[in-house]
C-alpha cells in the first residue's frame, strides 16, 4: 500500500524567509508524487508534481519540491514566503490508476 | 486543464434526508473521483466513477450510502443518503487532466455538507 506522511502539523515563517514543509512517503515502485494547497472555502489546487526527471522539481507560485529517493522524501521549498502563502498543504501519492493517498496536510501561517 | 463545476457548494440538511451533489466537467474524461474532507482533516476517497460501469467504492464506503451516477463523460453526481451529523464534511470531485494536463488531478471547489 502506498501513503505519505506530512510530519509537522503546523508551520509558521515570517513574510520574506525561506518556507519548507516536509514530506516523506512509502510505496511499491517508481512514485508519482503530487503536492496541492487548499486556501480557505476553496477546493484543492495543483502545485507541482514529481513523476520522472530532474529531482528538482518546479511548480506554480514560485513553490518547489526536492525529489530525494534515498530519504524517500518530496519536502516542498518556497524561498521567500509571502503572507498570501498561508494555507493548508497536502502532499499526495498516486497509483496506477489515478487514486490519490493524501497526507494529513500542513497548515503554513506566514506572519507580516 | 479541466474546469469542474461543483453544486451546491454548501448545504445544511436535516437528519435522515439525502443530497445529491453534481459535478460537471468541461471536457470528456474517463475517470472522476469522489473525495471527502471531514472537519479538521485529509481526503480521503470514496469511490472512482468510470462511465458505463458500476462505481467502485473504497473500503469503508458502500453504494446503498453513497450511490453515484457517471451518465456520460463529463458529468456525475454522488448522493449522500439517510444522513447524519457524522456525515458533515466537504465532498469533492476530481477528474484526471488530459492532454499536457496528463497525470494530474483536478479538483472542484467542493460542496461544504452539514448534517443537523
Known amino acids: 500500500a502506498q501513503s505519505v506522511a506530512q510530519p509537522e502539523d503546523q508551520v509558521n515563517v515570517a513574510e520574506g524567509n525561506p518556507l519548507t514543509v516536509k514530506c516523506t512517503y512509502s510505496v511499491s515502485g517508481n512514485p508519482y508524487l503530487f503536492w496541492y494547497v487548499q486556501y480557505p472555502n476553496r477546493g484543492l489546487q495543483f502545485l507541482l508534481k514529481y513523476i520522472t526527471g530532474d529531482n528538482l522539481v518546479k511548480g506554480s507560485y514560485g513553490f518547489e519540491a526536492e525529489f530525494n529517493k534515498s530519504q524517500t522524501s518530496f519536502h516542498l521549498k518556497k524561498p521567500s514566503a509571502l503572507v498570501s502563502d498561508s494555507a493548508l498543504y497536502f502532499c499526495a501519492v498516486r497509483d496506477h490508476y489515478y487514486k490519490l493517498s493524501f497526507g494529513a496536510g500542513t497548515t503554513v501561517t506566514v506572519r507580516a | 486543464s479541466a474546469v469542474i463545476s461543483q453544486k451546491p457548494s454548501r448545504d445544511i440538511c436535516q437528519r435522515g434526508t439525502s443530497l445529491t451533489i453534481q459535478c460537471q466537467v468541461d471536457?470528456?474524461?474517463?475517470?472522476m473521483f469522489w473525495y471527502r474532507q471531514q472537519p479538521g482533516q485529509s481526503l480521503t476517497l470514496i469511490a472512482t466513477a468510470n462511465q458505463g460501469s458500476e462505481a467502485t467504492y473504497e473500503s469503508g464506503f458502500v453504494i446503498d450510502k453513497f450511490p453515484i451516477s457517471r451518465p456520460n463523460l463529463t458529468f456525475s453526481t454522488l448522493t449522500v443518503s439517510n444522513m447524519s451529523p457524522e456525515d458533515s464534511s466537504i465532498y469533492l470531485c476530481?477528474?484526471?487532466?488530459?492532454?499536457?494536463?496528463?497525470?494530474?488531478?483536478?479538483f472542484g471547489s467542493g460542496t461544504q455538507l452539514s448534517v443537523l
Open positions: 471536457s470528456q474524461v474517463t475517470m
Open positions: 476530481s477528474v484526471e487532466g488530459g492532454g499536457a494536463a496528463n497525470e494530474k488531478l483536478f
